[in-house]
């Protein structure tokens, strides 16, 4: 399966909405945030605002299409050029806290509200993220077949995601360990248990 083509508006006033609804749906959440609000922030009208969306959740899907297919995308891209698979597992880590790092608010939104979309768009997320979590779980497999670890696939690799996924709490870029170092840390502590004994 591959990921979908679909991908948000990045320019124009669109963007705008996006970005003001990224800000006000991880302050107070999608429920408590209405039209109104937004469109206070962006100094306009409410009428005028459908002008350029169909709904709030049509903007909150495009903010968690976006994240889901960051993780998706650039963790297929650190893994296809990492080596082992020790290397393409601590690649995908890196990639996935480096999401989480630079798409913070977003990420906040995504993991908080994905549930209020509507059945066809929560399918579309649920497929997405479950083809990244299989990506995953292959590179353990792989790693089993060819002796460098000896754990349960499915396990480890949810294991591994709500640890990284855990950090969006408390988290700091201006904290001691940059975002790939941090993901090294948290990958090191579940190597040790990964490894072939």
């Known amino acids: 399966m591959g990921a979908p083509e679909e ?3 990045r320019t124009g006033r669109y963007a705008d909405i996006v970005h003001e609804c990224t800000l006000l ?7 408590r945030a209405s039209v109104r609000m937004l469109a206070d922030r962006l100094g306009m009208k409410s009428g005028s605002l459908y002008s350029h969306m169909s709904s709030k959740e049509e903007v909150l899907y495009w903010i968690i299409l976006d994240v889901a297919q960051d993780f998706f995308d650039s963790g297929h891209r650190a893994v296809e050029a990492a080596g082992s698979a020790e290397d393409q597992v601590r690649a995908l880590c890196r990639s996935h806290m480096r999401v989480i790092s630079q798409k913070k608010l977003k990420v906040r939104v995504y993991f908080d509200e994905w549930r209020r979309l509507d059945q066809p768009h929560q399918d579309k997320i649920i497929a997405l993220r479950d083809e990244y979590e299989r990506l995953l779980r292959s590179l353990i497999s792989h790693g089993n077949t060819n002796g460098e670890f000896r754990c349960e696939p499915h396990l480890t690799a949810r294991l591994i995601l709500s640890a990284l996924n855990s ?3 408390w988290y ?3 904290g001691p360990l940059t975002a790939e170092e941090l993901a090294d840390s948290i990958i090191d502590l579940f190597f040790a248990g990964m490894r072939q004994r």
């Open 172 to 174: 700091s870029a201006e």
């Open 7 to 9: 991908r948000i508006p």
């Open 25 to 31: 749906f991880s302050e107070i959440g999608y429920e």
């Open 167 to 169: 950090t969006l709490e």
